[in-house]
Structures are given as structure tokens and as C-alpha cells.
């Protein structure tokens, strides 16, 4: 069959055909005089991938679906959650996605015309590339930068659905062979999608541990930061963590690699055949480059516990005390290393994400103020100062060598938003009106109170409590007539948010820092976010046009240790601004 034939069946053009042909989507057989030859199967293809673009699935997402790492289903879910975080189950796109689904999975194709693409269809030549991997919680990211043209080639998101099954409450356990697989998968998808890769980095979820055989190889589900069993009664009324901190003097929360470890080891949980752990991220890296042994790097051996950021080592004399089940603490680098080799591509040692965030999205280290707003909310800076000292709610964690950022956590942030969220919502329920999304509502009203100048309540959005301070309560202050009003409460609880992190600091924190970079789902949805940061911290607010920070800073991390770029101070140019007037 011809193309143009293709055409009338599908109603695709002949340039969005090409299009997908050279994106690698599809594999045209050609007849004796070399024109293509389009079979019944290719014009299957094609309807399938006209129904994910009109879902809003991106082309490098499809391209993971017509390479077998993720499935249909998997694609079309993710693409639900996105809209319902946005949108509701009740809107149109929403809906549209489900219609989607149950033709993709009934292999019918009767739906409306696809508008033209318009990407280029010509193929892309790049200069050396540079790969970075973030093993989040419930999705595996990943990135191609073009190190010489200094820009972001590819992004693609697979979900980490490998929770493993665990025998009583409060364990948080995945699968951690299942991930390596899947993140390999990915890897080897990228590699054969794109020649020129010169480094590939790492970077996850932090906290977490798998334990390890004399082989490097794992004999333990990866037991993750969620995990809730340090918070049990050990005696006496005594947790465990707080039993540790008895022991050792050493504060630890649980979820903590080292209060895990300690909770597995009075329960005699530690596998038999265990001589070390490391993260997930570090355990990718090992199995990447055939390691026996794990390698840290410090911002991710700090996140374990016991660890002494001013010397880059763990605190073996209070760890000591605690007789762990396991005989090997992990080696620990500050430096740009290498672990080893992939298909011979050199891997560097993993980095924690918050810090892989803050490489990946702020151009002048020294200088700025990362505020992310997400589900929780962060606010992360290079400072120094004694661990021990630093103001309550700050933690000094280790970034690269030499720096260190000065790290402020709140509960709230985008789940506070989520909260009143939810109290419209069921107000319009329980008044007979559809369960949808408030969200649209929420922010558009939030805005004409900011632009309108409307009196607004001060609002402690602490509803969730504290890091220190669990039990603590939010609060509403200052309502009168004028301010008790949707818009008004709603736009106090966005200030809120953006206080609570500006609270964490003092003077001598801020000092010298002149730029704050927004990120964040919560920065990207909510337009008046943007304009209350600002106010809030008296500065500029730019945000990273990059997408997966996360990611892009283990590329830009492996840059370094590959010796491709020879330091941070040349990666400034691959960071992009966006003013927020923008």
C-alpha cells in the first residue's frame, strides 16, 4: 500500500507518516522500485499512534510503548493521573483518555482527526551526549543532554510499579532486582536510540537500603524512606529510633537506611547472607558495571544516618554501639567518581536527588535559592556551618566537593493546597454539584484576589505538623468580614505554603544569595505561586525550563566525573530561565 492511501485510511498527513518512520515508531518495508510498501499492520500502528497523540502522549513516550518497556495501559494511566491532578476524573481530556483505553485495548480506532504534527521531521544530529537515570518511588525518569550544544534532547517517565508484597503494616518495600531490570531496560533503550553517549548518571530516592551478598548482588527487597517500622514501640515506650538517639546521642527519623537496618537487626530480619547495603540508585550503578562492593557518594551516605558531613564519613564509633546484623559499612567518596564501565560508557557514582535537583536546576550554585513546591516543599542553598548547630528545621547535607547545601523541608506545601482542595470539593458535593476538580477554580480565584489587592487571612499551613514537631496544628489568623471569603482563604494558604519555607532562614542564611529558581508541580499548575515567592522573598524568581531536574543534574554530575566537562562551572550554560512575567 502507498502513502497516500495511508493517508485517506488514517486521515494522518504524509509528513506526520514520516515523522513517526524517522522518530523509529515504525518500520517500513520497501517494494523492488524502493517505494515504501504500508501493510494492513503498519496502518494498525499508525491508528494507535494517532490515538496516544491525541491523548497528549509525547513521541518519546510512544517510542517506550513501540519498544516494549512500558505497556498501552501503563502510558494511558499515567497520562489519567496527570490530567486528574489538574483537571478531575470529569473532564473532557479525562474522559477522551478513557475512551482511548478502551479502544487501544478493543483494537478499534473510530475517533476524530489528528492535528498535524509539527516537529521537524528531518533527523538530529548531536554532539557528545550524557544520560541521566532518577529512580524515584513511583516512576524511573530519564534524560539525554547534548553536552556540546548544551541542551535537553530527550525526556522520558516509566512507571516504578514494583511494590513488593510484605507481611504486616508498616513495612515499605520494592522489588529491587525488578527495578534494576527496568531501569536497564530504559538505559539500553536510550543507548540504542541515541549513538555519541559519553557518561551516564544516577540519582533516587534517598534513605532507603537493599541489602547486599559478597557478590554485590541483592538478597533483599529495597526497603524505602516510607518505611515506618523505626516508629514502633522497642520497650518501655520507647521507639526504636528513639532508643537509638538513647544509645548514641545521634538523632535519626525513621525510614532512615540506619534505623532499618537497626529494627531489622533486633528482629532478626537481617538476610543471613548479607554483608553490606547501599541505595537502589547505588545498586543500579554495581549492577551496571559488574561491582562487587558499593561505593557512596557523600549526599547519599548522609542520607542513611550517622553521618559526619564536616569529615565525609560515617560515625563507626556510635554505629558500633548499635551492633548491627551487618559487617561491611558501604566506602564513601566526595568526589566526582567513576564506579566502572556500561557497554564501555563510564557510570558515575550515584548523587541523592534533592542535590541532583539543585545541579540540574540552578545555574549559579552560590548565588540562588531553590524553592521546590510539590506534594511537600523544600527550600535547599550552598552554605556552610556546624552540623549540629544548624536552626531547627535546617539540615547540612553534603553536595559536591566542597559545597554543602543548607536544606529546609516543610509537610505542607502542595499537600496543603490539596487540603482545601478537598473541603471545596466536598462542599459542592454535598450541595448535589458534580465531584470534580476545584483546582481550575481554586486558582483563578487565588489570582483576582492577589491582582485585586483583597484582604487576606494569615494562614500556618502546618496542618500535616513538622518534621520536629509532628503534633503540631495549623492555624487561621486574622478573619474579618472582608477576608473570610474563598478567595481570600484560598490565596492565604498559598502565602502560607511559601512562609513556612521563607521562615526556616535566617539573615546570615540568605546572605549573598540574590536569585530564588521555582520548581515544582505545584510551581507549574498554580500561576500566583509564582508572584507570592517573589514577594516573599524579595528577589527575582526564575524557573528552570529543563524537564526531570533530577535527572538532568545526575547527567550533569557525570559530565564532571567523565572528565567531558571539567567542572560545574562549565554545566551553567545547560540550565535555561524562564522570568516568571513570562
Known amino acids: 500500500m502507498k502513502i497516500h492511501e495511508v493517508e485517506k485510511i488514517t486521515g494522518l498527513s504524509k509528513k506526520a507518516i514520516r515523522l513517526y518512520e524517522t522518530k523509529g515508531l515504525l518500520k517500513i518495508q520497501r517494494m523492488s522500485n524502493s517505494y515504501r510498501d504500508y501493510t494492513e499492520e503498519d496502518i494498525a500502528r499508525l491508528k494507535q499512534i494517532k490515538l496516544f497523540r491525541l491523548a497528549g502522549i509525547s513521541l518519546s513516550d510512544i517510542r517506550l510503548w513501540s519498544d516494549r518497556i512500558v505497556s498501552a495501559e501503563a502510558l494511558l494511566q499515567r497520562r489519567m493521573g496527570e490530567i486528574e491532578e489538574e483537571y478531575g476524573q ?27 504534527e509539527e516537529e521537524e521531521s528531518s533527523p538530529c544530529t548531536y554532539g557528545a551526549l550524557a544520560v541521566g537515570i532518577d529512580i524515584g518511588t513511583t516512576t524511573i525518569s530519564a534524560c539525554v543532554l547534548d553536552v556540546d550544544a548544551k541542551r535537553q534532547v530527550e525526556v522520558y517517565n516509566i512507571p516504578n510499579d514494583f511494590a513488593a508484597p510484605t507481611a504486616e503494616p508498616g513495612f515499605a518495600q520494592q522489588d529491587a532486582d525488578g527495578i534494576v531490570a527496568k531501569a536497564i531496560d530504559l538505559l539500553d533503550h536510550i543507548l540504542a536510540s541515541h549513538t555519541g553517549v559519553t557518561s551516564i548518571g544516577l540519582t533516587g530516592q534517598m534513605h532507603g537500603i537493599v541489602y547486599l551478598d559478597a557478590d554485590g548482588h541483592a538478597v533483599s527487597p529495597l526497603t524505602t524512606w516510607q518505611d515506618k517500622r523505626g516508629d514502633r514501640v522497642y520497650a518501655d515506650g520507647e521507639t526504636y529510633c528513639s532508643h537509638m538517639t538513647a544509645l548514641t546521642g545521634e538523632r535519626i527519623a525513621t525510614g532512615y537506611g540506619f534505623a532499618t537496618c537497626y529494627y531489622d537487626s533486633c528482629n532478626g530480619l537481617v538476610p543471613t547472607d548479607a554483608v553490606s547495603f547501599c541505595s537502589i540508585m547505588d545498586y543500579i550503578g554495581m549492577r551496571l558495571t559488574e561491582r562487587t562492593t558499593p561505593l557512596l557518594h557523600s549526599s547519599v551516605a548522609a542520607s542513611f544516618g550517622f553521618f559526619d558531613v564536616q569529615t565525609g564519613t560515617f560515625k563507626e564509633d556510635k554505629l558500633a554501639l548499635l551492633s548491627l546484623g551487618v559487617p561491611v559499612i558501604p566506602s564513601v567518596t566526595d568526589d ?75 509537610l505542607g506545601g502542595g499537600a496543603a493546597y490539596a487540603l482545601l482542595e478537598r473541603f471545596f470539593r466536598s462542599y459542592t458535593a454535598a450541595a448535589g454539584l458534580q465531584d470534580v476538580s476545584q483546582y481550575e477554580i481554586m486558582n483563578r480565584i487565588s489570582e483576582e484576589a492577589y491582582v485585586s489587592g483583597a484582604p487576606v487571612p494569615t494562614v500556618h499551613t502546618t496542618f500535616f505538623g513538622t518534621r520536629n514537631s509532628p503534633a503540631q496544628k495549623g492555624g487561621i489568623l486574622d478573619l474579618d468580614g472582608s477576608s473570610f471569603h474563598p478567595a481570600s482563604l484560598t490565596l492565604g494558604v498559598i502565602r502560607g505554603i511559601c512562609g513556612e519555607l521563607y521562615d526556616f532562614f535566617t539573615d546570615a542564611c540568605v546572605s549573598g544569595k540574590h536569585t530564588v529558581v521555582a520548581s515544582g508541580g505545584a510551581v507549574r499548575k498554580i500561576k500566583v505561586l509564582k508572584y507570592v515567592i517573589r514577594d516573599t522573598f524579595e528577589m527575582p524568581v526564575y524557573f528552570n525550563t529543563s524537564k526531570e531536574e533530577a ?32
Open 336 to 410: 566526582y567518581a567513576v564506579l566502572g564501565c556500561y557497554r564501555e560508557i563510564p557510570v558515575s557514582v550515584a548523587i541523592g536527588d534533592n542535590q541532583a535537583s539543585f545541579l540540574g536546576s540552578v545555574k549559579v550554585l552560590d548565588d540562588s535559592i531553590l524553592v521546590n513546591i510539590g506534594t511537600g516543599s523544600q527550600i535547599s542553598m550552598v552554605g556552610e556551618g556546624d552540623p549540629d548547630a544548624m536552626p531547627e528545621g535546617l539540615e547540612l547535607r553534603p553536595l559536591v566537593k566542597g559545597k554543602s547545601l543548607i536544606c529546609g523541608s516543610a
Open 551 to 582: 535527572s538532568v543534574g545526575a547527567a550533569l554530575f557525570s559530565t564532571v566525573a567523565a572528565k567531558t566537562v571539567p567542572s560545574l562551572d562549565g554545566v551553567s550554560g545547560f540550565i535555561q530561565y524562564q522570568s516568571i512575567d513570562r
Open 90 to 116: 470529569h473532564s473532557r481530556q479525562y474522559q477522551f483518555c478513557q475512551t482511548v483505553t478502551q479502544q487501544i485495548s478493543g483494537n478499534r480506532f473510530d475517533c476524530m482527526d489528528l492535528l498535524e
